[in-house]
């Protein structure tokens, strides 16, 4: 780096680029040349790393603040390598044609991992603390292997926080008095802003206010973890992804309140009921009923602690057929292209069932409610099976099967090692089984790499609904 502090010439420096330029290229991935250079970005588009000599990165330097990595192909590990933040994205179509991608390229500054400094990291997906930036960058690539994420292209870093100040957002997890974000960081491409305009707006787009009921004996406002309440504990592990969940307090439903909602109205004379809601146990249309009753604005989240499913009549044939006894939470949908198509308008949105055993763990509780919440925001879709993803699979583990749909499981686990424990695993982050999350000592739990890459707040189940 002697040259670059002198601002001396490069031009004739004798340079090797074959560990740097189009650092992705396969040797055994067919005759095709294309097939040697392309790779599933972290957007699931067919890309190439997009040329950036040595010279030309020495030379960004000279005239440039900051200091690129000639042999890390992401320098500042925003997810983008130099070569596309410099000349651009590309995108391939067809088999051979190799273009420019216009729509997210914007020449972004390499070694800024947040070019406009409005908070939010210039990729899809960045992680704070890789040393080397491959396995981020072709993390949708290894998925697809057949044998998801494992041995040295793992990113263990994903499931850690580091400090950060403003403008990123973040909370005081340790109570140390500094704020901590996940070392996770969803960046301006997965939000569809431009990395090189600051976005004033983009808190309240990933912000979700969720009205919050329950039925009488499983009101969450009485559960605590780590010294706070259930409920701000909840708030403040999604704040370490950035992400704004604002709990409201609404309707403690009483027996009575629940066993005299209508569940099979009838039309013409006479009664004007055929049966009410029963308790303790609910069913899918039950809940859907309730929900229709019970939720009072319609412009946020619905989330219901509520106490057991029950198999009963009549049936929501989008939702119980496919419901197994002992369920723990379920959503509305996935937010899978699949079950949105298949669910239009979505019955209820949050349901914990709260007289579940397992559920007497507080830790399990908020494990289970960041589970369903995560759902209701799209979180974790990508790992499941069928036509639009449609049948749900467990992180690491078993997929739910159905009708011929789905089953067996987990075929894009991520592995990452847990330190301390020096092996390493595919069960522990949100999307998993319930008791499968690993917590921290600061009693927050994780998302995976995979699960975030498809967050959206749009269409959130209940939700102007």
């Known amino acids: 780096m002697d040259i670059v502090e002198r601002r001396g010439r490069v031009d004739d420096l004798v340079l090797t680029d074959r560990t740097d330029d189009f650092d992705f290229v396969w040797s055994d991935s067919g005759g095709n040349f294309v097939d040697r250079l392309d790779f599933t970005a972290l957007d699931g588009t067919t890309r190439t790393d997009t040329w950036l000599s040595n010279e030309e990165e020495l030379r960004w330097q000279v005239f440039n603040s900051g200091e690129l990595g000639v042999w890390d192909p992401d320098s500042d590990d925003d997810g983008l390598t130099d070569g596309q933040e410099v000349q651009g994205l590309t995108k391939v179509n067809g088999r051979s044609v190799v273009k420019t991608d216009e729509s997210v390229s914007y020449g972004t500054n390499p070694a800024d991992v947040d070019t406009d400094g409005d908070g939010y990291w210039d990729g899809w997906i960045g992680v704070y603390g890789v040393a080397w930036s491959d396995n981020v960058v072709l993390y949708q690539e290894h998925l697809s292997t057949g044998d998801g994420v494992e041995g040295d292209e793992v990113v263990s870093e994903q499931a850690g926080i580091h400090n950060v100040s403003s403008p990123i957002a973040g909370t005081d997890v340790d109570s140390d008095g500094n704020r901590e974000h996940s070392n996770i960081h969803l960046g301006e491409l997965h939000w569809g802003t431009a990395p090189e305009t600051p976005t004033p707006s983009l808190d309240q787009r990933t912000t979700l206010h969720v009205e919050v009921d329950w039925i009488e004996g499983q009101n969450p406002y009485n559960e605590t973890i780590g010294g706070q309440s259930l409920l701000d504990s909840i708030e403040e592990n999604y704040a370490l992804y950035g992400l704004n969940i604002v709990f409201h307090r609404d309707d403690r439903l ?20 055929g049966g009410t809601v029963t308790l303790p146990g609910l069913n899918a249309h039950e809940l859907d009923k309730v929900e229709d009753q019970y939720h009072d604005d319609t412009s946020r989240h619905h989330i219901l602690f509520a106490t057991n499913y029950a198999a009963d009549t009549p049936i929501l044939s989008t939702h119980d057929p496919f419901i197994g006894s002992g369920v723990d939470g379920i959503e509305g949908h996935t937010g ?81 090692e847990i330190p301390g424990r020096g092996i390493q695993t595919a069960e522990w982050s949100i999307m998993g089984e319930t008791g499968d999350p690993i917590g921290s000592p600061f009693e927050t739990y994780r998302y995976s790499i995979e699960e975030l890459l498809t967050i959206d707040f749009n269409d959130v189940p209940s939700t102007d609904d």
């Open 254 to 273: 009483t027996t009575a309140n629940v066993t005299s909602v209508c569940k099979q109205p009838r039309a013409g004379p006479g009664p004007t009921c």
């Open 336 to 416: 899978s292209p699949g079950q949105r198509n298949l669910i239009p308008t979505a019955p209820y949105g949050s349901v914990i069932l709260a007289d579940q055993p397992e559920l007497s763990d507080v830790g399990t509780l908020k494990s289970t409610t960041m589970h369903e919440l995560g759902h209701g925001l799209g979180i974790g879709w990508l790992d499941d099976k069928g036509s639009g993803h449609i049948a749900e699979c467990y992180s690491g583990d078993f997929c739910v099967g159905q009708f011929g749909v789905g089953g067996g499981d987990d075929e894009t686990p991520e592995r990452i």
